[in-house]
């Protein structure tokens, strides 16, 4: 049974950080490109970033470019969400996503597995 388990999140005021991790279990972590998205009240699921197989190559969206980060160990079979310079409008859930590809995809549909997520509330 596959399980994606995110934690980390919490309430942060503007400015500050958080670091999102998501542990993996019950597949080949290293089968895997991971991805997170966040989904805002009201916003439909868009993806932050997504990193390959192997950790080696990684892309983030424009809108967290620069502030966020995204890393794995294959070791521990974890994927991390290094957040920084947290603005209001990040609050939103954020979820881990296992896609069985090399590389990540920006679109949702395309991962086979996912997590339960993770609230992350930035206050002004």
């Known amino acids: 049974q596959v399980q994606l388990v995110e934690s980390g999140g919490g309430l942060v005021q503007a400015g500050g950080s958080l670091r999102l991790s998501c542990s993996a279990s019950g597949l080949t972590f290293t089968n895997y490109a991971m991805g997170w998205f966040r989904q805002a009240p009201g916003k439909e699921r868009e993806f932050v970033a997504g990193?390959?197989?192997?950790?080696?190559?990684?892309w983030s969206a424009d809108s967290v470019s620069g502030r966020f980060t995204i890393s794995r160990d294959n070791a521990k079979n974890t994927v991390y969400l290094q957040m920084d310079s947290l603005k209001p409008e990040d609050t939103a859930v954020y979820y881990c996503?296992?896609?069985?590809?090399?590389?990540?995809?920006?679109?949702?549909?395309?991962?086979?597995?996912w997590g339960q997520g993770t609230q992350v509330t930035v206050s002004s």
């Open positions: 996503a296992a896609q069985r590809q090399r590389y990540w995809h920006t679109l949702g549909k395309e991962y086979d597995y």
């Open positions: 990193i390959a197989w192997s950790g080696g190559r990684s």
